[in-house]
């Protein structure tokens, strides 16, 4: 159970880390104050969450979560290729935060009736923290989705770029049974399902246009430690001071 | 243990000096013998950076009064808006913060639409962001002060 468990708690608290640093990227840089805010704070609670997931693995005998978060090359990153992909332009990091943190908020509720209970008492938590950030996503989606022809055009664009990434997110682990077995969690792919219907219903309230599922193969190998070129990079920035003196108390 | 919760009463939230670790509610457990007190407090955010601080603040009160502390950071009794005391949310309103409104009546984040404004009282206001300075903080304007506010948001 241990190795599956901790299988899951690290893809969970890398994709947290990893796209809580590209949100904090647009601090000082939002197109709009609020923006910067609201990217800005939601950094800062997926960094938390990051921390409270890496505290948990450190219960399961893994090492100090500064450690983890810190001193780890891309090669030993879980998290999905989606999350790493630079920020680009505003309307690229607003389907990815819409995509992702939809998948995020389901992941969290379901694991709210984990059989493994520190994981279940973490998700209640932390799901209702996250439904500011579907929110917040949803409200965006639906103006903008429907506002201009280049807001439009410019979010289908992105929506097309990001999905076969956004698939990446349910890459089958090799625990899927063990953990679907042992109520840990539901799985991926019942995740996924879960997915496809809530991207469907908010896409639908927008001019946005879905691309058939069946045509879109989606980008896997981030949770078997298998990255694009923009990971290192992202850690060595990320890592920087921690690297210049590990040992100093802040 | 009234003397303890007493103690604990004088240590305030960093950034809301009037508020009371204990009316805001992230003291879930307190048990004391002899002279060994156990504390359990939770964040309201779980990305609060203010939790350690608190953690320190708590422990430091207690030992200035002789005890000994044990202090633990727990999610058991997770912390939710309406574990903050009335007496919380009168402390808020006065110190210009609208008090998140009773989760009862929080069944959709649709009812973050409007709230009370802690100055005028008015209910014609509007959401300009779920997100503020802090995180759990959300920014509001009043249309009849005619002045943005800040809400210490509902979960």
């Known amino acids: 159970m241990n190795l599956a468990l901790k299988e899951l708690l690290y893809k969970m608290a890398d994709d947290q880390l990893i796209l809580g640093h590209r949100n904090s990227e647009w601090t000082g840089f939002g197109p709009i104050l609020e ?10 609670d997926k960094v938390g969450q990051s921390l409270a997931l890496y505290t948990l693995l450190q219960t399961l005998g893994e090492s100090d979560p500064d450690i983890v978060a810190f001193t780890r090359n891309a090669n030993q990153f879980h998290n999905c290729i989606l999350v790493e992909l630079p920020n680009q ?36 938590k932390i799901r209702g923290e996250l439904r500011y950030h579907t929110l917040h996503a949803n409200t965006w989606m639906k103006q903008l989705g429907s506002a201009t022809e280049e807001s439009i055009a410019r979010l289908q664009n992105s929506l097309e770029v990001a999905l076969p990434y956004a698939l990446g997110i349910f890459e089958p682990s090799l ?9 840990i969690f539901i799985g991926e792919a019942a995740l996924k399902e879960m997915w496809l219907t809530k991207i469907e219903t908010i896409i639908n309230q927008t001019q946005l246009q879905l691309p058939d599922w069946k045509t879109l193969t989606p980008v896997y190998g981030g949770r078997i430690g298998k990255h694009s ?6 850690l060595d920035e990320m890592s920087e001071v921690f690297r210049i003196d590990p040992t100093a108390e802040w | 243990m009234n003397k303890i919760l007493h103690i604990l009463e004088t240590v305030k939230d960093p950034e809301i000096p009037v508020l009371s670790l204990v009316d805001l509610g992230v003291i879930t457990h307190v048990a004391a013998e002899g002279k060994i007190v156990t504390v359990k407090m939770t964040p309201t955010f779980v990305g609060c950076p203010a939790m350690d601080y608190m953690k320190a603040e708590v422990e430091s009160a207690l030992q200035q009064e002789g005890y000994e502390p044990h202090v633990e950071i727990s999610f058991e009794k997770p912390w939710s808006s309406d574990l903050i005391s009335e007496k919380g949310k009168a402390a808020l309103k006065k110190y210009g913060l609208a008090p998140p409104p009773d989760k009862k009546l929080f069944t959709d984040l649709e009812i973050l639409e409007t709230t009370t404004c802690p100055r005028c009282n008015s209910n014609h206001t509007e959401l300009k962001n779920p997100f503020g300075p802090t995180l759990c903080r959300a920014i509001y304007y009043c249309y009849t002060c005619k002045e943005a506010f800040e809400q210490f948001k509902p979960l």
């Open chain 1, 35 to 44: 923006e910067d805010i609201a990217f800005s704070s939601m950094a800062q």
């Open chain 1, 89 to 124: 332009e505003y309307d690229f990091s607003l389907i990815r935060h819409f995509l992702f943190d939809t998948a995020e908020a389901l992941r969290f509720e379901a694991l709210s009736n984990s059989s493994y209970e520190p994981l279940a008492q973490l998700a209640r």
């Open chain 1, 175 to 183: 625990y899927e049974a063990e953990l679907i077995d042992q109520k």
């Open chain 1, 229 to 234: 070129e923009h990971l290192q990079p992202l």
